[in-house]
């Protein structure tokens, strides 16, 4: 009996690195992860060792290996993925120049942003690079690298990301593939070329750029180093991947224009394919695996919002599921009652300040409806992120549910209803290691396009719909909301003037009694 051939897949995770072995069919036969610490050397910095990475894959790739028999010589190839604005620089001799390097939560460049957005025309620069400025972007961190540690960049040859780190010790190619380039504030969304123009006026040597790649790319071939390292046959061809984002996609389904995705943990990140990046400032723009883009906007208090409720309302003695099953008896519409969900400000566009609360509170109101305003709360503030990305190459036809969110059925049905479209769930929830697979399969023409091959690899375990008495509802109800939302501008600012009052004189009391 004929034993399927095995795809070899990396991820190289904030919290760990994992190795899996996927068969042909896009089953996941086995998976093993080697965790690893987040450095913090000051508030608000976020640093990992590229050594990690590689020590992680070396040992999970030795230990997947050995415990399946027989898997080395019917692997295919290998594939990675992994963290997205991770700022690896590499000398002329592949050593990385700094220890440890920046990730994608790092936020020592927040004030070179602000800078930036005050002395420059962002518009003109969007139409570029196809993204608002924010921290994350790597763009941002070679300029702090320029401004705080020059001899840094004087000793870099080259720029890489997580994935690209671990390519490179698999294969001694140096490059970078156009999803992450998409989301590095660098590349020229046109022509998917480094912006020389745009490295110039961050102040950032151009000629440390990788070249950029197709992610359906060979890069090489495992090299005989590598080979003693992990375990892995040399030779076996290497796919240039994608970032973990834009594999998630793929792998979850969402790879045609009109398909979305809702990925709801903490934050909630709504998605939606298109053919061309969507411009505006409250919106972000990632190039997809088969050429497209993926518009996306973040709320950070999506499942922030049930944990804040949680806590709140109960001191965390209720479950998730009992917090649940209060909100689902109320009626929809929460009679009236609107929860604006942004406890923690907003990410990106002119109310970064705004806050959170409830609105249209009565004397008739119970903890249910407290409980539901918030998932529908959450909801609308997704829809309204949804509707600036629907003004882009087509309509919403469907949206693709992960995250924890996704485990709430009500909040699902909640969500179609508000979205207007249904919600499928993937079985699997390993959605960057399918994506990968599928990645892997079309690169070594094992199927024509990464589409083809995440059609047969994806299965979905249900699909919701929206329910029509709950939609016209909420359509009614999201304008309400929305009005709410800008209106609250003025106060946002005056609540701020009044925080800053009431901290000096808190200050002054304290040091008045001490």
């Not at 994935?163 to 698999?170: E, F, G, M, Q």
């Not at 309509?395 to 479209?421: N, P, V």
Request: glycine residues 10%; contains cysteine.
């Amino acid at each position: 009996m004929n034993r399927p051939d095995l795809s070899f897949v990396i991820d190289v995770g904030t919290g760990s690195v994992r190795c899996a072995l996927v068969d042909d069919t896009g089953r996941i036969v086995a998976i093993r992860a080697r965790e690893y610490e987040q450095i913090v050397p000051q508030y608000g910095w976020s640093e990992q060792r590229p050594a990690d990475w590689w020590d992680g894959v070396v040992h999970t790739a030795r230990e997947l290996l050995e415990a399946e028999p027989g898997a080395a010589e019917r692997l295919i190839g290998v594939v990675a993925t992994g963290q997205m604005h991770g700022t690896v620089l590499i000398d002329a001799e592949g050593e990385p120049v700094r220890d440890s390097v920046p990730l994608w939560n790092d936020k020592r460049t927040a004030e070179l942003v602000a800078a930036f957005e005050r002395e420059h025309d962002i518009d003109a620069v969007m139409q570029c690079v196809a993204n608002p400025p924010t921290p994350a972007w790597q763009g941002f961190k070679l300029q702090w690298f320029a401004r705080h540690e020059p001899e840094v960049l004087a000793r870099s040859a080259t720029l890489l990301m997580p994935k690209d780190y671990i390519n490179y010790r698999l294969t001694g190619v140096r490059a970078t593939d156009w999803t992450e380039a998409s989301a590095s504030f660098l590349m020229d969304s046109a022509t998917r070329s480094w912006s020389h123009d745009v490295a110039a006026l961050l102040g950032v040597p151009a000629d440390i750029l990788p070249p950029i790649r197709s992610p359906l790319d060979v890069l090489g071939q495992v090299t005989k180093e590598a080979a003693l390292a992990t375990g892995l046959p040399a030779g076996l061809p290497v796919a240039a991947g994608a970032a973990d984002f834009p594999a998630a996609l793929l792998g979850s389904g969402v790879h045609s224009p009109g398909a979305g995705s809702d990925v709801t943990g903490t934050s909630t990140i709504v998605t939606v394919h298109g053919e061309h990046p969507v411009l505006d400032s409250r919106v972000s723009n990632v190039a997809t695996v088969d050429g497209g883009w993926g518009a996306f906007a973040l709320l950070d208090s999506g499942g922030d919002a049930v944990r804040w409720a949680r806590r709140a309302f109960h001191d965390n003695e209720l479950s998730y599921e009992q917090v649940t099953r209060r909100a689902a008896a109320a009626p929809a519409g929460s009679r009236g009652l609107f929860f604006l969900p942004y406890l923690t400000g907003e990410r990106l566009g002119a109310r970064r300040n705004s806050r959170a609360g409830f609105f249209g509170l009565t004397a008739e109101h119970g903890l249910a409806h407290l409980h539901r305003a918030i998932l529908e709360g959450v909801a609308f503030a997704a829809a309204g992120n949804v509707g600036l990305m629907r003004r882009g190459d087509t309509g919403l036809k469907q949206m693709t549910a992960a995250g924890g969110g996704a485990k709430s059925d009500l909040w699902l049905q909640i969500k179609a209803s508000a979205y207007g479209c249904p919600i499928r769930v993937p079985e699997s929830p390993e959605c960057s290691v399918i994506g990968s697979t599928a990645i892997l399969a079309a690169a070594l023409g094992r199927h024509e396009t990464p589409a083809s091959a995440a059609e047969a690899f994806v299965h979905f375990a249900h699909v919701v719909e929206p329910d029509p008495v709950w939609a016209e509802r909420y359509e009614r109800m999201r304008g309400v909301f929305d009005q709410l939302r800008d209106a609250g501008g003025p106060f946002y600012d005056m609540l701020d003037a009044l925080d800053e009052t009431v901290l000096e004189s808190d200050s002054g009391r304290g040091a008045g009694h001490a």
